[in-house]
């Protein structure tokens, strides 16, 4: 009992305990989505998606998103949700994907992120430059320079004003061109110095536990190679002819998707089908080198995973990662 005259000693804060998430990243074709979902059957898990063109809702065939019948199996989210016409970015993805995790935590479900941009999963995990959101104008006035410069003397304009982020980028890197010289226009720094910033934003009240799909090379390439020639029996010519349809501004995210300048030029009559699918294979091995060195070398705290889930795969890692989540102890959190 309190005596008379005082008041009452506070007990200790406590605080919340971190929600779980599991996180399965990698390269392109490695299997992400067949792990997600079997990890989201086996404890009662929910699939979130963390790829920068599966987000869209214009090419699900070409961008590999998970069919109609996987989705029935558990809940999907986050695919299909922008449509081709809008810039997506990792920001406006953390801020759908905290949503979603939020949403799937209050139903008593475990969040399953799934996908291999690496800088949205940084964004969500570690947070973000503080960067200030740039006017719409000063965006629309950066993409007419461009057009009427040209990518060449666009760069070779950011250089005389931004050398240090002229010489980071490719004059061909459009988005990134217009990027860098519309911050410098609405802020007067340069993207390079918020880039130096310490990150804000970070999902501190989230646990995440992370595999990392990495295959052998070339069990990957050749999953790269037989994916892409399916995806085109598969209706993906289609799917860029309905896109090319629309006139959408080249420079825009989802005109960048893996396939779609190859396949373009096949509609458009200036590459025969077997070179258009041999190109855009090779640019798929590309850019699944380029994620493989990322994840290894970038990606926050994970488990990394020496060999891709699936039938193309000789060994699978589900036992292995099965017996993680359960020793983890995350979904006695939920």
Known sequence: ????????VPGPVRKPVPKPVVVVAG???SGK??????IAEAFRGIVINADSMQIYADLRVLTARPSAEEERRVPHRLYGVLDGAEKGSAGQWRDLALAEISRAHASGLLPVLCGGTGLYLRSLMQGIAPVPAV???TRAAATALLHRLGNAGFHAALAERDPVMAGR???GNTQRLIRAWEVLDSTGRS????QQAAPVGGATHLDFLCFTLLPPRDALYAACDGRLARMVEQGALQEVAALAARHLDPALPVMKALGVRELAAHLAGTLA???AIEEAQRE???YAKRQMTWFRHQMPESYIVETGFGAQYSTSPIDEIFSKIRRSGLTDAI
Do not use: K, N
């Open 1 to 8: 009992m309190t005596p008379p005259g005082t008041s009452p």
């Open 273 to 275: 089908l077997d070179t």
């Open 191 to 194: 993207l390079a110095d918020w």
């Open 27 to 29: 390269p392109t074709a």
């Open 284 to 286: 798929t091995r590309r």
């Open 33 to 38: 989505s067949a792990l997600a979902l079997a």
């Open 169 to 171: 980028l490719h004059p």
């Open 135 to 137: 006017p719409a104008e």
